[in-house]
């Protein structure tokens, strides 16, 4: 999928990709956070064409670092499909979220972004942690005994298991 305004190179590996990297899924985890949250708080329906288009434009920002407002993505996406951003097309219907579920759906995206943000914080954390005793095995491994790589071994694991 390519569009002339905006190019997602990372959606492009995810559809060939097997295997994604620690970055690659802290990226995934911050595009899908921010786009359910933008959906739900839109009320649109994230079936799958919409979660795609979305998708695509969340992650062509996210790779050029780029944020912008609401209004903006909005207009982005007309510009770009030429289409309501709140139609949904199944089956050449079109089909919206009933009012009555949109405060419901709203509460339900900020706990989502607060989740998920919290939990790309403690992966990154726990990366970190992992690195730091990665690279002190590496630094004493010339005047490493048995008690220091055991010890540095259970530290890891103990970062793994957390």
């Known amino acids: 999928m ?19 990297s620690h970055d690659d899924i802290k990226l995934l985890m911050n595009i899908v956070r921010k786009e359910l949250s933008f959906l739900i708080k839109h009320n649109i329906p ?17 790779e050029q670092k780029k944020e912008l407002d609401d209004l903006e993505l909005i207009g982005l996406y007309k510009d ?3 289409e309501d951003y709140q139609a949904v097309d199944i089956e050449s219907k079109e089909e919206s979220v009933p009012e009555n579920l ?32 990665a690279d002190k095995l590496v630094k004493t491994k010339e005047s490493a005994t048995l008690d220091t790589i055991s010890d540095a071994v259970m530290d890891i694991l103990q970062e793994l298991k957390n």
């Open 2 to 20: 390519t569009h002339n305004k905006v190019k997602c190179e990372f959606y492009s590996k995810l559809r060939g990709s097997k295997k994604l």
């Open 46 to 62: 994230p079936v799958p064409r919409n979660y795609e288009k979305w998708f695509y434009i969340f992650c062509s920002l996210a």
């Open 80 to 82: 770009i499909y030429d």
């Open 102 to 133: 949109a405060e419901k759906f709203k509460d339900i995206a900020n706990k989502l972004d607060e989740t998920l943000k919290e939990l790309i914080s403690n992966i990154d954390n726990h990366q970190e942690k992992i690195d730091d005793h």
